[in-house]
């Protein structure tokens, strides 16, 4: 699908139109099979830290919701914490499903493509970044919103 403004002047090339190209022509080099196996291993290495760390978490918040001898301010620092906790906890779950599914797209031999263009990512932000399911110029247009 073309972004093309202007009726398809092919003299006229929209912002993004421009950039698209721009990076077509210094993708980087592809990934070979040894940038493939230590994605996999860091990407393993990252799932286990973060099941480790929601384990954590969720001890925590159950041990403070356990504690039933707080005074009525000790119950408000109670309620703030469970809510610290909450939030690092479904952030740990957001990259845990993105880690995941990067192993999955490893595993499919989709990884370092980009899952909105199906363009190659480039092999340092893949290395760099091995959750990341978006090359640079769809991550930039995301970021942007619909009228970027």
Do not use: Y
């Amino acid at each position: 699908m073309s972004d093309r403004a202007h009726g398809g002047d092919p003299e006229v090339w929209t912002h993004r139109e421009v950039r698209r190209m721009n990076r077509a022509e210094t993708d980087e080099s592809p990934l070979r099979p040894r940038d493939l196996e230590e994605a996999a291993a860091r990407l393993s290495e990252r799932a286990g830290r973060l099941r480790s760390q929601l384990a954590r978490t969720e001890e925590a918040a159950s041990a403070l919701r356990a504690d039933c001898d707080l005074d009525a301010g000790d119950s408000g620092a109670k309620a703030m914490t469970l809510r610290e906790l909450r939030t690092r906890a479904e952030a740990d779950e957001a990259l845990l499903e993105r880690t995941a599914a990067a192993l999955d797209r490893l595993r499919a031999g989709s990884f370092g493509i980009c899952t909105r263009c199906g363009r190659p990512q480039g092999r340092e932000r893949s290395l760099a970044l091995p959750h990341t399911e978006l090359c640079v110029v769809c991550a930039e247009e995301r970021e942007a919103g619909p009228d970027g």
